[in-house]
Nanobody, 123 residues
Framework: QVHLAESGGGSVQSGGSLRLSCVAS????????MGWFRQIPRKEREGVAA???????SYADSVKGRFTISKDMSENTLYLQMAGLKPEDTGTYYC?????????????????WGQGTQVTVSS
């Protein structure tokens, strides 16, 4: 069973940058996809960025050109580099993993979730 632990959240001003990290408890092979999702109160969790086992990535339109997802297989760690942050990026960011994912940004494709890390962007 995979356990995920996120870190790196915080409070920044608009235009600032943060890097989120997610450490997986086991090595995830090429059948696994990993993703970052975010949620704000009273709204559904939404996909932000995801990466397949072969390195193929997907991004939500709202973050394209500003966020970069990457992973370090040797460290079992997933990253989300966020730049040009906006107040609407505020939320709790979750790391997730799933096997044989067909739609990378679909929350229902993932069955293992971290506890989340808070990102707050002030204007």
């Amino acid at each position: 069973q995979v356990h995920l632990a996120e870190s790196g959240g915080g409070s920044v001003q608009s235009g600032g940058s943060l890097r989120l990290s997610c450490v997986a408890s086991i090595h995830t092979d090429r059948t696994y996809s990993m993703g970052w999702f975010r949620q704000i109160p009273r709204k559904e969790r939404e996909g932000v960025a995801a990466i397949d086992g072969d390195g193929t990535t997907s991004y939500a339109d709202s973050v394209k050109g500003r966020f970069t997802i990457s992973k370090d297989m040797s460290e079992n760690t997933l990253y989300l580099q966020m730049a040009g942050l906006k107040p609407e990026d505020t939320g709790t960011y979750y790391c997730a993993t799933g096997r044989y994912v067909a739609s990378r940004l679909d929350v229902y494709e993932y069955d293992r979730w971290g506890q989340g890390t808070q990102v707050t962007v002030s204007s």
